[in-house]
């Protein structure tokens, strides 16, 4: 891990990847879903306070009639203000306009956390490095099938990246 950004809340935007009830209920390592639930609504309160955006990301899956039960986001989490997105594949860019509404706001910064580490976060954090956005991985703020699914990606992958903090590590500069 390196030095903690400053982040500017006019540039930055916060993604949180598949809090939905289902997925938060899953067996999950290093750490379980709702504690991966309680960092992001921190860090959530901390950039809307910011005035930064906040970008909740949950998954559909294409061509059936009736989404799984606890398919929504969890209860609580969405506020006014916040961008939804409903992707269809792993990653959250690809058919969604999510980098069309992230450049129309100046955001160029993406902080990441959500479910699951090695598969909707990675794939959503490489396509956004392949758009040019700078990138920062909150550990704490995340979990996945396994504690090796999730180390590989935040110690190999995630560090080729971007930056990888801690949730207490995630500071904006005052608006």
Do not use: C, W
């Amino acid at each position: 891990m390196t030095a903690d950004p400053v982040l500017d809340p006019q540039r930055t935007a916060l993604v949180l990847i598949d809090l939905m009830e289902r997925i938060v209920a899953l067996p999950l390592e290093p750490r379980k879903g709702t504690e991966v639930l309680a960092a992001a609504e921190e860090l959530a309160g901390v950039f809307r306070a910011a005035g930064a955006p906040v970008v909740l990301v949950r998954v559909e899956r294409p061509s059936v009639a009736e989404q799984p039960p606890g398919s929504g986001l969890v209860p609580g989490l969405a506020r006014p203000g916040d961008l939804e997105v409903v992707k269809r594949t792993i990653g959250a860019f690809h058919g969604t306009g999510l980098d069309e509404r992230l450049r129309e706001r100046g955001v160029t910064t993406l902080v990441f956390g959500g479910i699951a580490t090695n598969l909707g976060v990675e794939s959503t954090a490489r396509a956004a490095a392949d758009l040019g956005y700078d990138l920062v991985f909150v550990e704490d703020a995340m979990a996945a099938f396994t504690a090796a699914e999730h180390e590989a990606s935040v110690r190999l992958d995630f560090p080729r990246l971007g930056t990888v903090v801690t949730a207490a590590g995630v500071r904006l500069t005052p608006a």
